[in-house]
DNA sequence: GCCCAACGACTGCCTCAGCAACTATAGCGG
DNA sequence: CCGCTATAGTTGCTGAGGCAGTCGTTGGGC
């Protein structure tokens, strides 16, 4: 076992990267929780709340998650206990159901993007210069565009991609 | 709620670090499942292979690691089934007891590391020209000194931190 | 119009990981 | 020396999430 290969430069940038995001992750979480909200359940809100009409497919919510569909199944039914969603059936298709945010849902999430978006200034686009931080972001894109699962890619940055055009119904 | 919230940059420069974060992932996750590993197990034979002894105190595992301490009694405990590690007692504290590497656990490491480092060249260092690089490294490596959780950070890239002082023992 | 493969959602079962409670040991103060 | 508090590790219980199997629905081929 050669003890230098955990010096390899490849390493350490990966070290970086998983650090950085672990970091970051532990942050959000964290305020996330004094809103009464989990990670996936504000990623949930968000899908649901920039798509038109404030819902998705449950497919569809489980292809712009990281979440499989039986994952988005309990998620939804937690949420939809909690007040925060409600199920519709879509009217075209009677396998498909809707997940809609509620009015309580948007409040929810009013209540917290504030508070996020100043965690996000505070310990990542606000540690850098303007310059600097253009270059990380770019950096970024470009493995970004490399790795991307096809399946939770896209929307982030192109929010309107798959909202514009929701599969059928 | 207002649409445009979602395209704040803010909210898209978290979005190209998570989206990055989870393609990586799962290309690690592949390759290492190839091998029979999990990533979590990946973390923890490369933690003790770099450490004095390719050995480490079940807390400073967990230190080391994302894990709670009974996290890392768990992983131990399939990873010993399994044949990659050891617990071995503390002579000097009689609380403590070591996980150490086995032979077939440092092989089965050989094993995997060369192909992963291949995968880190091939979707993330290798897509950037050096100075693209750099400025991402750069810009990463602030972003994660800032949020630096101190439990999992430091270790990787500064690997003899506390391998080099392992606390008493 | 009928059949059948594909699809959407849900459920049972499993693994993983965290928290809190517990046990054993260590080390300090009096 | 005794007791008290802190620490190391483990375990019971719980929740999250994935896979595979199920059921109802759809839409295309004939």
């Keep these: 076992m050669n003890q230098n290969v955990f010096d390899d430069p490849r390493i350490t940038a990966v070290g970086l990267l998983f650090e950085a995001h672990a970091g970051l992750s532990a942050r959000f979480s964290a305020q996330f929780e004094e809103h009464g909200l989990s990670s996936v359940e504000f990623e949930v809100l968000t899908r649901l709340a920039r798509s038109p009409g404030n819902q998705l497919r449950m497919t569809d919510l489980a292809a712009q998650t990281s979440l499989s569909t039986s994952g988005v199944t309990r998620v939804v039914d937690r949420m939809e206990r909690d007040g925060l969603l409600t199920r ?82």
Tied chains: 1, 2.
């Excluded at 970004?144 to 896209?154: C, E, I, K």
């Excluded at 192109?158 to 599969?167: D, I």
């Design 88 to 169: 519709r059936a879509c009217p075209s298709d009677r396998r498909s159901s809707y997940a809609v945010v509620t009015a309580a849902g948007l409040q929810r999430l009013d209540e917290t993007l504030p508070g996020h978006l100043r965690i996000i200034e505070q310990w990542f686009t606000g540690q850098l210069d303007p310059a600097a931080l253009d270059a990380l972001l770019d950096g970024l894109r470009r493995v970004r565009d490399a790795v991307h699962p096809g399946a939770t890619a896209g929307s982030t940055t192109l929010p309107v991609e798959s909202a514009a055009a929701p599969t059928g119904c």
